[in-house]
């Protein structure tokens, strides 16, 4: 088809140079999210686990937005499975110190007993820990605590080093080497976002929610009631990624829309708005009565409030703003961040589910990419809505370049025009399980009764008395396996000595004398720090 004769042009030109090998160094790192919950799927109460180390300077172990919600995350791997059997040591040694607390096994949260429930992350007393304790004070103050536990997995890709030139060959790019591959992974994250509706359709795992989650709010028209505590979304895929979901709704009455057209483009669309001062967010008020309330009062308190499916990314440089190091260093990897959490799997995700991931991120890459106007935009936002609530119905149609086109048509599509992709990293890796992978998730667009959502609702009415009961279940099936998984004793010891490193350098941090809280916060914004 004409829409991929770029892409087969590229891939044609790589293999000729056999430049594919050069992909093998690619690098692949998760972070998933879990709630920590006693036995009954109350939200854990009891502050961030000591034995687990300094929330503040684990690099592998720490909160979110709540001190119950755990944040697990691997180190960049050479192949998307190591990080996975890295997820997964973490989780075993967190599990077998945890002792009698469960990690939630769903993005969606099940028993809140309102706000008050939800204890927001502490990070000691530095500046750096008191900056993002007052962050989330802020959200809670701006979005409400509820919508912040929602827990999913974050899949984060950077292209090998070398492949880039490679690349740039390919495409006749004369221009200079760190503009091209800004230039390309820009264009990257335009795909994932045009074809993003595909990741809650394959992945999405939460079409049903306790109605503890939505408190005194009506729910949606397309939900139906289970049973006395369960909503449930009959087409549904992945809640998390629809309107009752991690979404910027008060964001959108404000005007946010990043730009991603080029990597100042999109810097300069977020640099408005944490620069940009709402009235809304200043009857909040800033310090009231000596307290933090929010960082600030501008439209985003730093760019990490706004909400997005895919996020180009850069690594920080000490009290570097993001938007800063992406101008001065250019774009390091994207992140993917519309995963559900797979609750029929221990770790949340399965190997053949991240070697379609790689296949995805690739396939955006090296497809032709258009900037997006207004008109795809909102196509884009309804198209992820429309999937998150609708996804499986039959007959769905969608929205392709203003033109109707049945969900199943267009992945099948995809699926097909995918297939040189999978094949030049079964090439990369001398492996036959890309194409194997890619066979899988086309079943899904096949037979919607084989995706993940589809399985929940299915397990749910067969085998369980609501959401929570079915949540519960597998999420008690998963502590077992992790606390009778074991692992090596060298692998044990490089957890509790990284623990115990982080807690003695968070100690070290808050003994160092620091400036005043506004002088620090100032001097960040300012970019003086």
């Known amino acids: 088809m004409a829409l991929y004769t770029l892409l087969n ?82 989780e075993t040694f967190v599990y077998q110190e945890l002792k009698d607390e469960l990690l939630w096994t769903s993005s969606m949260p099940c028993i809140i007993n309102g706000e008050a429930d939800i204890q927001i992350a502490e990070y000691g007393t530095s500046n750096s820990g008191k900056m993002k304790n007052v962050y989330r004070h802020g959200l809670a103050w701006r979005y409400g605590k509820v919508m912040q536990v929602i827990a999913g997995i974050h899949f984060n890709h950077s292209v090998a080093k070398a492949f880039w030139p490679a690349f740039q060959q390919a495409d006749k790019d004369n221009g200079d080497a760190l503009d091209f591959s800004n230039k390309r992974y820009m264009g990257m994250t335009r795909n994932i976002q045009r074809y993003g509706w595909m990741i809650p359709y394959l992945f999405g795992c939460s079409p049903a929610i306790c109605k503890s989650f939505l408190g005194d709010n009506q729910p949606p028209e397309t939900m139906e009631i289970y049973n006395h505590n369960t909503y449930y979304e009959p087409w549904g895929t992945s809640l998390r990624m629809g309107d009752i979901g991690y979404t910027n709704r008060k964001s959108s009455k404000v005007g946010i829309k990043a730009d991603y057209s080029s990597v100042k483009s999109y810097t300069d669309s977020l640099r408005g708005a944490i620069e940009t001062s709402y ?231 808050e003994a160092e004398p620091e400036i005043k809280f506004d002088t620090f916060l100032q001097q960040y914004f300012d970019g003086s720090l």
């Open 279 to 509: 009235s809304g967010y200043e009857e909040i008020g800033v310090k009231v009565d000596g307290e933090y309330r929010q960082l600030n009062t501008n439209i985003l308190q730093i760019e990490n409030e706004y909400y997005s499916t895919v996020r180009p990314k850069q690594i920080l440089e000490g009290f570097e703003k993001p938007i800063d190091s992406l101008l001065n260093r250019g774009i390091r990897y994207v992140e993917l961040r519309s995963v559900d959490i797979n609750a029929f799997h221990p770790a949340g995700i399965t190997h053949l589910q991240l070697y379609y991931l790689e296949i995805f991120m690739l396939f955006c890459l090296l497809q032709d990419s258009p900037m997006i106007d207004s008109a795809e935009q909102k196509a884009i936002d309804r198209n992820q809505s429309t999937v998150a609530h609708l996804g499986r119905k039959p007959n769905l149609e969608l929205d392709r370049n203003g033109e109707s086109i049945t969900l199943k048509n267009w992945g099948l599509e995809l699926m097909d025009a995918m297939l040189p992709v999978a094949k030049l990293l079964d090439q990369t890796h001398s492996r036959n399980c890309y194409q194997q992978a890619l066979e899988e998730q086309k079943k899904l667009f096949e037979n919607a009764e084989l995706t993940p959502s589809a399985q929940v609702l299915t397990t749910m009415m067969n085998e369980h008395s609501s959401y929570y009961d079915f949540a519960n279940h597998q999420s008690q099936q998963h502590r077992d396996y992790f606390t009778q998984r074991s692992i090596s004793q060298e692998t044990w010891d490089s957890f509790t000595q990284k623990a115990t490193e982080s807690l003695a350098a968070q100690q070290a941090l």
């Open 9 to 90: 042009q590229r891939i044609r030109a790589i293999e000729d140079d056999n430049a594919q090998h050069l992909l093998k160094d690619s690098l692949t790192g998760l972070e998933k999210e879990s709630l920590r919950v006693d036995n009954e799927g109350l939200i854990s109460q009891r502050p961030h686990p000591k034995q687990l180390g300094s929330a503040l300077k684990n690099d592998w172990i720490t909160t979110d937005y709540a001190e119950s919600l755990l944040e697990l995350i691997t180190p960049p791997c050479d192949r998307g499975y190591k990080s996975l059997d890295f997820l997964k040591d973490i």
